[in-house]
């Protein structure tokens, strides 16, 4: 059974950065079968797509995030990495890990998700 | 960049059918993958590739994909079907998802 847990700060200061991590069981971040990727979601509001992360590390970032975003692939403890940077109120939301089988374009596996609230 | 449209809200009786659309330019040339989405809980894969449900997913759930707009139709709609559902493409190296729609049971 593939499960991804979301773990890191459930608060960050502005304009530092957001750091967290997603573990996963049930399948491999090492395996060339999958993308992945980060998602949020802002209170009360939609989906909003950050990037991927493939098990060679090269990442596909959302245009209107890139120059914040980094992500990264610990494929020896079987995690994948999320970094934002000069965070600001408006990037408090949810975050979740979530797979896309390659060539599948649709996420199969989510996180329960994390809230992180940018504050001082 | 690709927007797509959805009503915000859809209200359905108890037992009744349940359509959410969900619109895009050219949309019937792509995938469209729907998600649900209880409150406080994380997003769940409810359809994929316009019509195709994944394990677990109960036949009431079913999706369709033509012309100017998807559509995500819940039959025999139940009180645990209330909740947001969001549908998603990829488009130019990117994944969108729709704003959602909020689904009232009556």
């Known amino acids: 059974q593939v499960q991804l847990q979301e773990s890191g700060p459930g608060l960050v200061k502005p304009s530092e950065t957001l750091s967290l991590t997603c573990t996963v069981s049930g399948a491999s971040v090492n395996s060339g079968a999958y993308h992945w990727n980060w998602i949020r979601q802002s209170p009360g509001k939609g989906l909003e797509w950050i990037g991927y992360i493939y098990y060679s590390g090269t990442a596909n970032y959302n245009v209107s995030l890139k120059s914040r975003v980094t992500m990264s692939v610990d494929t020896s403890n079987n995690k994948f990495s999320l970094k934002l940077s000069s965070v600001t109120a408006a990037d408090t939301a949810s975050y979740y890990c979530?797979?896309?089988?390659?060539?599948?374009?649709?996420?199969?596996?989510w996180g329960q998700g994390i809230l992180v609230t940018v504050s001082s | 960049s690709y927007e797509l449209t959805q009503p915000l809200s859809v209200s359905v009786a108890l037992g009744q059918t349940a359509r959410i659309t969900c619109g895009g330019d050219?949309?019937?040339?792509?995938?469209v993958h729907w998600y649900q989405q209880r409150p406080g809980q994380a997003p769940v894969l409810v359809i994929y590739r316009d019509n195709n449900r994944p394990s677990g997913i109960p036949e009431r759930f079913s999706g369709s994909n033509s012309g100017i707009r998807a559509t995500l139709t819940i039959s025999r709609a139940q009180a645990g079907d209330e909740a947001d559902y969001f549908c998603q493409v990829w488009d130019r190296n990117s994944y969108v998802f729709g704003p959602g729609t909020k689904v009232t049971v009556l």
């Open positions: 050219n949309i019937g040339s792509k995938n």
């Open positions: 979530a797979r896309v089988r390659v060539g599948g374009y649709h996420f199969d596996y």
